[in-house]
């Protein structure tokens, strides 16, 4: 794997190539992707998740402007996003300069900019399922932020880059994927409860040699806005009011299921027409997966751990039915590999990629059983999907 810092030289080099200024006075932002190993599709609801970033990144190397002129270029996607601060286009579907501009938008509610900014954007992992989206809204924040001389909290900084994502894009997702990547810890699980926005950092007594983090990119690219993610948020909200409206409560305009009463839940939750009753009761045992793994990461307990996970997984793709054949076929070969403690979708799981928890002693074996069923079973990604042996990681930073 190339290292981060040869990645930062060949960004600076293009973007000193691209302005003529000194590559001395470039700065880069490290925002690192997500997983949430416990927590799945619960966000948005107000739920309980899990998180931790990778030792994977969007990075951004950029220079400020001395006058009110953005312009970006991309490693990965084609093409110059270039705008003036009090000209802000509207979102441009399937447009990778959403983000940069969304970012701008979302700054201007409550703080001036003052300068633009030039910057090279690139990713470091095949796109999908691991908070990519967040990860570089996260980054233009920071850059443009430094650019500009403000200094934001972590949590306003969490609601700028959920605006970025709920307002500009129109994708009704939670704070996640923006709490891990700004809140995470190198040793530690990042635990969110997302309805008081209360956090908690917990280390394992497992060894750091014991476990790492697989990714494996199912070679499947969709933007979640073009898949059911926003149905099943929908759906969610659905069982929510009904819920709330037979147990005698207010129901406000947008119910949440984290809003239910367990007494509710017991009363009512068999009334509950399909399939809004299978998405109530993926919320209810989400939440108890996640108050057991807690316990579990603690104590060092990475069997226990795992079958939480692959627990989870199966939830995802019974109650909640967010799976597609090719992310069903990786969670089921990884989660019947020696050496995988458990696995299951990254994401909305409608495309993009799997996680495991898995012990690095069976690398080998894990990637062969990979290679050798996965192309076989859906020969049309047999030359883009990728496979990924990832560490934890700390927060979205400047790089120094």
């Known amino acids: 794997m190339v290292s981060v810092e040869s990645q930062i030289e060949k960004l600076n080099a293009k973007l000193t190539d691209a302005t003529g200024c000194a590559e001395g006075h ?13 927590g799945a599709h619960v966000d948005h609801q107000d739920g309980l998740v899990t998180g931790m970033t990778l030792d994977r990144a969007i990075l951004l190397s950029f220079i400020p402007r001395s006058d009110r002129y953005v312009r970006v270029q991309s490693v990965n996607f084609p093409g110059t996003v270039e705008f003036d601060l009090d000209n802000v286009p509207p979102m441009r579907l399937r447009d990778w300069g959403n983000y940069v501009r969304g970012a ?62 709920n307002v ?42 014991q ?21 099943r948020v929908s759906e969610c909200q659905q069982a929510a009011r009904l819920l709330l409206e037979w147990a005698g409560e207010p129901v406000p305009d947008t ?28 919320f209810l045992t989400e939440l108890e997966r996640v108050r057991m793994g807690v316990i579990a990461w603690q104590n060092g307990d990475l069997e ?26 990786l969670y089921n070969i990884l989660s019947q590999c020696q050496g995988v403690y458990g696995a299951r979708f990254s994401g909305g799981g409608f495309r993009g990629s799997c996680i495991s928890l898995i012990n690095p002693a069976y690398r080998h074996e894990i ?34």
């Open 26 to 38: 470039i700065q880069t932002v490290y925002s690192p992707l997500r997983i949430s190993p416990l």
């Open 104 to 165: 701008v938008l979302a700054l201007k509610q409550h703080h001036h900019l003052h300068f633009g900014m030039d910057a090279v954007v690139q990713g470091r992992m095949p796109i999908g399922g691991l908070s990519s989206s967040a990860a570089v809204g996260v980054a233009y924040l920071l850059a443009l932020e430094t650019a500009n001389e403000l200094e934001i909290s972590v949590e306003e900084n969490i609601q700028l880059d959920r605006h970025i994502e």
């Open 168 to 209: 500009y894009l129109g994708l009704m997702n939670g704070i996640l994927d923006q709490s891990i990547i700004l809140m995470s810890d190198w040793t530690h699980l990042t635990y969110l409860d997302c309805q008081s926005v209360e956090f908690e950092k917990y280390r394992t007594a497992a060894h750091p040699d």
């Open 211 to 231: 476990f790492e983090i697989l990714v494996v990119y199912s070679g499947l690219a969709q933007a979640l806005t073009g898949t059911d993610y926003n149905k």
């Open 255 to 282: 119910p949440r299921l984290r809003m239910v009463s367990d007494e509710a839940f017991a009363t009512f939750g068999a009334r509950l027409p399909s399939p809004l009753d299978r998405r109530a009761r993926h």
């Open 304 to 329: 226990e751990m795992g079958r939480l996970i692959n627990e989870s997984g199966a939830s995802s793709i019974h109650k909640y039915e967010c799976g597609c054949p090719h992310l069903i076929t």
């Open 367 to 400: 990637q062969a059983a990979i290679d050798a069923q996965y192309p076989l079973a859906h020969p049309d990604i047999a030359g883009s999907y990728s496979i990924h042996f990832c560490r934890p990681d700390g927060p979205a930073r400047l790089w120094r």
